[in-house]
């Protein structure tokens, strides 16, 4: 792509994204889908102006990395290790139900083959951690209990996502259950979420030793996006999203993470709030980026709404995708239903990680056109239903 084209395309992005994300939050609705719906105006959906490229790609990556650095920054550690429980329960069911109930019903009710039932299943699994995130900041619900078990739970559920992905393309590629591949992916996954926010911790107290003894203006935004990068990227050479890394290093540098073994590394509210202040307006350029490319990557070309098979088999995959992810949520302890409402609602969301799964299954030959584009059809309405009901549940909800 030439230069002035892609300035021209990164202009219509952030312009369209801001306009229709006010349009949106003036009638009530969560901006984040007016983020969504500018990216399907813009794609090959409706206008084809702009076709999603490996800079926008970039862009987008940095986009959530940043956001969910944000959430690591403002989420209480304390009360993250205390929902714990709670939150691997809503992850587990939250992926376990998904897969059998998808693959069962892709196999056994609608004929598929063992693979492409097996990727169907994988595909109604995924929880996008980034739209659910967004919403919960949309609707001023991020600093709540149930903030902290659903953002607990996007992120294991995040973590199962891609150890789940990487043992089913194995399998669809080479027909037989790679479980060591699958083991080493786990393994170094798990370590780098045991060791990433102790390491972030300190060297987030060397940022906070020269912290105010720096000549050159950009200190703080220099090093903070320095460090996001760099944990970004020893996540992704663990096999883990690269979000993980830039979540270590929010939490590292949040008001309420505090290492065992010395109050000597704990950064001050000082830093922490210059950090903040520093940070929210490259975070509220960039993130914009991330759901409009979402919405780009959505081509409703790809649907036959005329077809009567596509419109059975994709109501089926709606109803399990909805109801497999919301029956987790139930089974924990809430002081009312409303809560466990809200957090069943909240995993629903399929986003950008669905569309990675189904787009492997196509691009490896093992989703058929017609099969990839119900699943598409599903992840659209998964991605872009929740946030309405997240609204109209919060209404009353008890802490």
């Not at 949106?24 to 719906?37: D, H, K, N, T, Y």
Request: include cysteine.
């Amino acid at each position: 792509m030439e230069a002035h084209n892609f300035f021209l395309s990164l202009f219509l992005i952030l312009i369209v994204a801001r306009f229709l994300g006010e349009i949106f939050a003036r009638f009530g609705i969560p901006s984040v889908l007016g983020e969504l719906f500018a990216g399907i105006l813009l794609g090959s959906s409706i206008l084809g102006i702009i076709e999603p490229n490996e800079i926008l790609k970039i862009l987008a990556e940095i986009g959530i990395i940043l956001l969910l650095f944000e959430v690591g920054m403002e989420t209480d550690f304390q009360r993250l290790k205390d929902s714990g429980a709670k939150s691997f329960i809503v992850a587990i069911l939250g992926v376990v139900l998904p897969l059998v109930f998808g693959f069962l019903t892709a196999y056994y009710l609608f004929g598929l083959s063992f693979d492409i039932s097996l990727f169907v299943g994988g595909t109604i699994t995924a929880t996008s951690i980034g739209i659910t995130l967004r919403v919960l900041r949309d609707i001023h619900m991020e600093k709540t209990n149930i903030a902290q078990i659903v953002i607990g739970a996007a992120v294991i559920d995040d973590i199962i996502g891609i150890i789940l992905l990487v043992f089913i393309y194995d399998f669809s590629i080479s027909h037989e259950a790679n479980f060591n591949h699958t083991l080493s992916v786990a393994g170094m996954v798990l370590a780098f979420l045991i060791l990433a926010p102790t390491l972030a911790k300190v060297l987030s107290s060397l940022i906070h030793k020269f912290h105010g003894k720096d000549l050159v203006p950009g200190y703080i935004p220099t090093i903070i996006i320095s460090l996001i990068l760099l944990f970004a990227y020893l996540s992704h050479m663990v096999g883990a999203p690269a979000i993980l890394g830039s979540f270590a290093a929010g939490i590292a540098l949040s008001r309420r993470f505090f290492l065992p073994f010395g109050a000597f590394l704990n950064t001050n509210e000082k830093l922490h709030l210059d950090v903040q202040q520093s940070m929210t307006p490259i975070i509220q350029i960039f993130t914009p980026i991330f759901f409009v490319m979402v919405g780009l990557s959505m081509d409703l070309r790809v649907i036959d709404f005329s077809s009567l098979s596509f419109w059975i088999m994709g109501m089926s995959f709606i109803l399990i995708a909805f109801i497999s992810k919301f029956i987790g949520a139930l089974f924990i302890f809430q002081k009312c239903f409303r809560n466990n409402v809200i957090i069943g609602i909240s995993m629903i969301p399929r986003g950008e990680v669905g569309l990675i799964f189904a787009e492997m299954g196509r691009v490896n030959g093992i989703l058929p056109n017609d099969i990839y584009a119900m699943l598409i059809f599903v992840i659209i309405i998964t991605t872009v239903v929740p946030p309405f009901l997240l609204k109209k549940y919060f209404k009353g909800e008890c802490v």
